[in-house]
């Protein structure tokens, strides 16, 4: 956990809990057509859907952190700020990779 | 919407539904994390988990899709079967652009 | 290896053949860009062109494999058009997680 | 185009441009075997692999980039700083995307 720094997403915090609302809300929706048997291309489309809106979400979320916590740490300079650096690469990593 | 055929999934159906209601829990786990200003990697993570369980899920789905909605109507031939391929690799293409 | 078999490919050979050889230049492009230090950033924008003109080949490879290979398969039923469904199913599985 | 300042891979110049050659050599094997009818799930796999061979490329260099033009400008500050951030999100999420 990060101590009493500001993480760069909190000042938009209020828009990230409603995308996250809506994310949940289409999770819930796909679990519904499930059960009630829809066609499977109407399901895969609908994953495909939420897919990109998670994606969004992180790039946003790493747009905001690249701005704020890594430039903060950057500036201080030493092992803190490339230690951010290489975090955010490897987070970037899994990002591509998922 | 698909008439009275059954669709490959729903021989599979309570562990697609078991599948559904974790990612939404998942979803929902992010929600939280966001609601309790978590550091932004630690919400990156999760998201790239929660975005490879969709993938998992909709290779699943299209998996059966293929071997038994896609290859019923191949054996029927003509139109329908040649409109099925046709809409199984549009849902590939969403699913590797997404 | 496949047998007598005609690949489903074969009747567009000629465009995917063009393809390629552009693909090959694209990469030689890119390694020109590095040889002669062009900034990061425009590299990088060459290798997600790079990248979404294969996965292009690919969605089309995929297209004509499932109307042909597998179609044909299917129609003569039996494990070998078990078998090609399981094994278009991974190569998309590939092509997703790539 | 970048002035006189030195990019991040620059340092590691020989390592990118022998890897570029081997994927320029991939690509070609790609055409040789679609020139010589190759099965398409043997195309297919070595698609999936020169794709991920171009994604590790562009996270090292996305990783050089952050460590040395973004942290350089960051460190200097004002609007320089923040286009360099601009400018590497997008490329982040053009990788993403493709």
């Known amino acids: 956990m990060e101590g009493e720094h500001t993480h760069g997403y909190i000042s938009d915090k209020a828009r990230y809990l ?9 999770a819930r929706g796909i679990h519904r057509m499930i059960d009630e048997d829809v066609y499977c291309i109407d399901i895969l489309t609908q994953i495909s859907a939420l897919t990109s809106a998670l994606e969004n979400v992180a790039l946003g979320l790493l747009d905001d952190h690249l701005a704020h916590c890594v430039a903060d740490a950057t500036r201080q300079g030493g092992e803190e700020g490339e230690a951010k650096l290489k975090e955010a690469s490897a987070a970037i990593a899994r990002l591509v990779k998922s």
């Open 18 to 26: 409603a995308r996250l609302k809506r994310i949940e809300g289409q």
